[in-house]
């Protein structure tokens, strides 16, 4: 035949197989091709390699799991590394993502290996009915599985039994410990998220400096109605090299960011506020007691600073009373005072920052 000849075929030609039955059009079941055994069926040599094939995938696989429950609790979560072709990254989810893909990975191949080698790999057929099978052919079906069970040969490989319900179970602990506590182990090390939340990194003679830029601020630059937004040094802008972690930085900003302002010291009411400030430069905490806000509107003429979100409005002039709106506390002042001309942290806060709820715990 030519290739350009064009082949038509009768749908009225009918294949060798055939048959008419009952007036209907049927074909004759092919039936199954015929079993070929495999090696492990004919050499007990081969199996008992398969065998050992097998267990050792479940094996990795349980000491990924065991290795990922170790990392999720002892590694340091900021631990940094550089990897090549990839540069700096985070390790710590590196250790985990390895242990997790061993540990999935070890049970996919195991049980895979073991189907493919020992598990019993002849055809079975079942007839489909319309109603539920009669006795005798349930009967039949239960005769096939339990067939299945002893040529599976569980009772003679108890190593198989034994890793696959290891690897099976230890596999699900990295799963509760992912769904009781995310992927932040600090859940485990530190039990209480409201003292995480309310922990500001400010220390003892920490400067204060100008948020992004960084630059420490001299006490007397200041003019009367100054705001600036200050960060610790060292959290403000971006991450540096031997400076701290970007997620530290941004914890920081999420707890330590701070309101400076520079009032007439006559117009401040509360002893405290003036003594806690410098020649009236106070420093205030940024994130509102209603539920954290950044509060960043400041009104010169009131001295009213307003939290944008639901318009809590706290009183400068009276140590940052609430006079209004659904704030329930004042914001917590840092006390400051001066080190060669610049202004620094006379100490941490006094008291939690942020939302009321982050202290109940
Ligand atoms: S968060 Fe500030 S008023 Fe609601």
């Given at each position: 035949m030519s290739d350009d000849e064009i082949v038509v075929h009768d749908p009225h030609d009918k294949p060798a197989t055939y048959v008419e039955a009952d007036g209907?059009?049927?074909?004759?079941?092919?039936?199954?091709?015929?079993?070929?055994?495999?090696?492990?069926?004919?050499?007990?040599?081969?199996?008992?390699?398969?065998?050992?094939?097998?267990?050792?995938?479940?094996?990795?696989?349980?000491?990924?799991?065991?290795?990922?429950?170790?990392?999720?609790?002892?590694?340091?979560p900021n631990l940094r590394g550089e990897i090549l072709l990839i540069g700096e990254m985070n390790l710590y989810h590196l250790i985990l993502g390895l242990t997790m893909a061993v540990s999935l990975l070890g049970i996919g191949f195991g049980a895979v290996h073991w189907a493919k080698t020992?598990?019993?790999?002849?055809?079975?057929?079942?007839?489909?009915?319309?109603?539920?099978?009669?006795q005798a052919a349930r009967d039949d079906a239960a005769g096939v599985l339990s067939d299945g069970y002893r040529g599976a040969q569980l009772h003679r490989r108890p190593m198989l039994l034994l890793t696959a319900g290891g690897a099976l179970s230890l596999?699900?602990?990295?799963?509760?410990l992912q769904?009781?506590?995310?992927?932040?182990p600090n859940i485990w090390r530190?039990?209480?998220?409201?003292?995480?939340?309310?922990?500001?990194?400010?220390?003892?003679g920490m400067r204060l400096v100008i948020d992004p830029s960084g630059t420490p601020i001299r006490a007397s630059d200041l003019t009367q109605g100054s705001v600036i937004h200050v960060m610790p040094e060292g959290y403000a802008g971006a991450h540096t090299e031997d400076g701290p972690s970007d997620q530290e930085i941004m914890t920081a900003k999420a707890t330590s960011s701070v309101l400076?302002?520079?009032?007439?010291?006559e117009d401040i009411k509360?002893?405290?506020?003036?003594?806690?400030?410098?020649?009236?430069?106070?420093?205030?905490?940024?994130?509102?007691?209603?539920?954290?806000?950044?509060?960043?509107?400041?009104?010169r003429q009131t001295h009213h600073l307003l939290c944008p979100c639901h318009q809590s409005t706290f009183d400068m002039t009276n140590d940052c009373e609430v006079i209004f709106g659904p704030a329930k506390r004042p914001l917590p002042q840092l006390?400051?005072?001066?080190?060669?001309?610049?202004?620094?942290?006379?100490?941490?806060f006094a008291e939690p920052v942020g939302p009321s709820f982050w202290e109940r715990g």
């Open positions: 209907l059009d049927r074909f004759e079941n092919p039936g199954l091709p015929p079993h070929r055994p495999r090696r492990a069926d004919l050499d007990e040599g081969a199996a008992k390699r398969a065998e050992r094939q097998v267990t050792t995938m479940f094996g990795l696989s349980m000491l990924g799991a065991l290795g990922f429950i170790v990392a999720y609790l002892f590694v340091d020992l598990m019993p790999d002849t055809e079975v057929v079942e007839e489909r009915h319309l109603q539920a099978s009669d596999f699900a602990l990295p799963m509760a769904v009781a506590g995310g992927l932040d530190d039990p209480s998220p409201a003292e995480m939340l309310s922990r500001t990194v400010w220390k003892k400076l302002v520079k009032m007439n010291p509360s002893a405290k506020q003036r003594d806690w400030g410098v020649d009236g430069i106070v420093a205030y905490s940024k994130i509102c007691t209603h539920v954290g806000c950044p509060v960043a509107l400041y009104e006390r400051i005072t001066v080190e060669d001309g610049y202004l620094v942290a006379a100490d941490g």
